[in-house]
């Protein structure tokens, strides 16, 4: 999973300019490579020719007819969708991006969702099953960051909840994680070991060794569970948190960034 460095869409923006808008929804998808943007013939190798009315990629070459010895129009088709996880789907596209943009939001709820796109229940069970479980395969198969003079930050923090936002807090959870500086490329590890002290050095530095390539230069605050980082060959600069968001001596050293990602993952 990565972030899209030329979009800055909101979920008020992204419903007003999707809703019920198919072409904008299609666009989109296009230019983020979900959609292909070209295909090539897989009998002929030419570029194939798209097909708004019947939204297939159709080649309009000629190849030899060996039997008949003349040419003939080519005819390969494919499906627009072939491939991708809107093949075989019912869904309109609009309808499905406006439900993305709701399952990535905070405020998710079944009975909107099923009254205002006008979908089944079951339709949205199915649908909430599917994006939860690719949720869980980019979490379980995240790759490390950095490299050789790569800036990362990392962080840890604490996730609440309560019921309906209010009383007492009935779950917490700790996160670590890092964001590159320039590609916003970045991590995040549940720390959930029951009983246990998760920010100690014992639990964060192999995670740091797993998430991070080595020659990484990394900024953290000043917590002494990082304490031991240049040991496992990585540059770190460190800001004590309780003086300064930023290091007074070089405003270079700050967590900034992982402190926003913090932000919107809450």
């Known amino acids: 999973m ?12 992204l419903i007003h300019d999707f809703y019920e808008n198919e072409t904008r929804c299609i666009e ?38 060996k039997r008949h010895k003349k040419r003939k129009y080519c005819n390969f088709t494919v499906s627009d969708r072939k491939g991708t996880f809107l093949d075989k789907v019912k869904l309109p596209v609009w309808k499905l991006m406006i439900f993305l943009c709701q399952f990535l939001s905070e405020f998710w709820k079944h009975r909107p969702i099923i009254k205002y796109l006008n979908i ?13 479980e690719v949720s869980q395969f980019w979490y379980n198969n995240q790759e490390p960051i950095g490299g050789v003079d790569v800036e990362v930050e990392i962080d840890e923090t604490l996730i609440t909840h309560s019921k309906y936002h209010k009383g007492r807090p009935l779950t917490q959870c700790w996160l670590f ?5 320039t590609s916003k490329k970045f991590f995040v590890e549940a720390l959930i070991d029951p009983g ?18 080595p020659g990484s230069i990394i900024y953290s605050d000043s917590w002494r569970g990082y304490n031991k980082i240049s040991e ?11 003086e300064n968001f930023v290091d007074p001596n070089n405003p270079n050293i700050h967590t ?10 809450k």
């Not at 460095?5 to 923006?13: A, G, P, V």
């Open 2 to 13: 990565s972030l899209c460095l030329s979009c800055n869409f909101d979920y008020f923006r």
């Open 28 to 65: 989109f998808l296009r230019e983020h490579g979900v959609l292909p943007a070209a295909v090539q013939c897989l009998n002929c190798g030419k570029l194939c020719q798209f097909r708004n009315d019947k939204n297939v990629w159709r080649c309009m070459g000629y190849v030899l007819d």
């Open 120 to 132: 089944s229940s079951k339709t949205s069970v199915d649908w909430r099953s599917f994006c939860s």
């Open 177 to 181: 994680g890092g964001i590159e500086r």
């Open 196 to 213: 246990a002290d998760n920010r100690k050095s014992e639990t964060l530095i192999p995670l740091i060794n797993r998430y991070i390539k």
């Open 232 to 242: 496992s060959g990585y540059t770190h600069f460190q800001v004590n948190h309780s």
């Open 256 to 265: 900034q960034n992982i402190e926003r990602l913090w932000l919107d993952i």
